[in-house]
């Protein structure tokens, strides 16, 4: 028995969620311009939809599960298990205006025309916020919609803003932040639930890995306490006595995250010859 991933084919999605694929060590036999797809050494079979069909094909089982944004799972609103947020394909959801509009508020859209390919999520929060607006649907192109005269605001997804700035447009509200996300079927064997939790096993590996640095110092041994409070590693830092009569060399394990204040607050206590080191897998 196999478990089925649905995985976009091509776009945004695709190369990150082949590559924590890949990097948990299943590989995929894969011809170029193929529908599905076996992993060789892990009980997979891979299938490749548009991203806006994975929601609705895994919670009919047509796949298992599949990876998509969290602004995709949340617009298909179908009854799904999120199991595991992936950390790539990070953008928002934002009401964008044009350029010129002195904005001050949410009571502005009051009466206006919206474009979006996201009407269910737009309509939750203008219900949820009191305003009556006319939502346009628009699938794709959606930034051009107040140029064009087909629309007085837009609601779509920004990353960086700079489309939207290429556009005349200026971000308003962030509606909702989205990054890739798994689901699951609620109605999985007791055998595809195991399969799926030694997928998981070993995709939580290589994302903590990808989320985290080794990170090895050295420092005064007067100065050890401090550094380890600093550092609290997986459990404690490793500390190991230098041949220099009274240092230390420490090692430890920092989230990515907050690693340029730990590096920062590492430094004014005293710590030199700083290594970060990537991790390849990790296991806790
Ligand atoms: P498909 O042909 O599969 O329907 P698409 O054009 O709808 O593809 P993409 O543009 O590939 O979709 O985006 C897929 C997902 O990636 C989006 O739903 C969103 O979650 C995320 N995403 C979109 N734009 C960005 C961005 N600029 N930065 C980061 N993530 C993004
Ligand atoms: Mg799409």
């Not at 006319?134 to 837009?154: K, R």
Request: charged share 25%.
């Amino acid at each position: 028995m196999r478990l089925k991933l649905a995985l976009q084919k091509s776009g945004r999605l695709s190369e990150k969620s082949l590559g924590i694929i890949s990097e948990a060590g299943i590989s995929l036999t894969n011809g170029a311009g193929k529908l599905v797809s076996k992993a060789g050494n892990f009980p997979l079979e891979v299938m490749y939809l548009r991203d806006d069909d994975i929601p609705g094909c895994v919670s009919d089982g047509v796949a298992d599960v599949g990876i998509a944004g969290e602004n995709i799972v949340t617009e298909k609103n179908r009854p799904l298990e999120t199991v595991e947020k992936l950390g790539f394909a990070r953008c928002r959801l934002s009401l964008a205006v044009d350029r010129s509009v002195d904005y001050r508020g949410t009571q502005f859209f009051e009466g206006k025309r919206i474009a979006t390919s996201y009407p269910l999520i737009l309509g939750r929060f203008l219900r949820e916020n009191d305003i009556n607006a006319e939502i346009h649907e628009i699938n794709g192109s959606v930034e051009i919609a107040p140029a064009i005269g087909f629309s007085d605001a837009v609601f779509d997804i920004v990353s960086t803003g700079s489309t939207l700035m290429g556009n005349g447009l200026k971000e308003a509200e962030t509606v909702m932040r989205s990054q890739a996300v798994m689901v699951a079927c609620r109605e999985l064997s007791d055998n595809k639930r195991k399969i799926l939790g030694d997928l998981l096993f070993r995709l939580r590996a290589v994302l903590k890995a990808k989320n985290n640095k080794y990170i090895l110092l050295n420092a005064p041994n007067e100065k050890l306490d401090t550094i380890a409070d600093i550092l609290p590693g997986m459990k404690s830092p490793t500390v190991m006595p230098l041949a220099k009569q009274g240092w230390s060399s420490v090692h430890s394990v920092v989230s990515e995250e907050e690693f340029w204040e730990v590096i920062d607050r590492l430094r004014d206590a005293g710590a030199q010859g700083i290594l970060v080191i990537p991790i390849e897998k990790m296991i806790v």
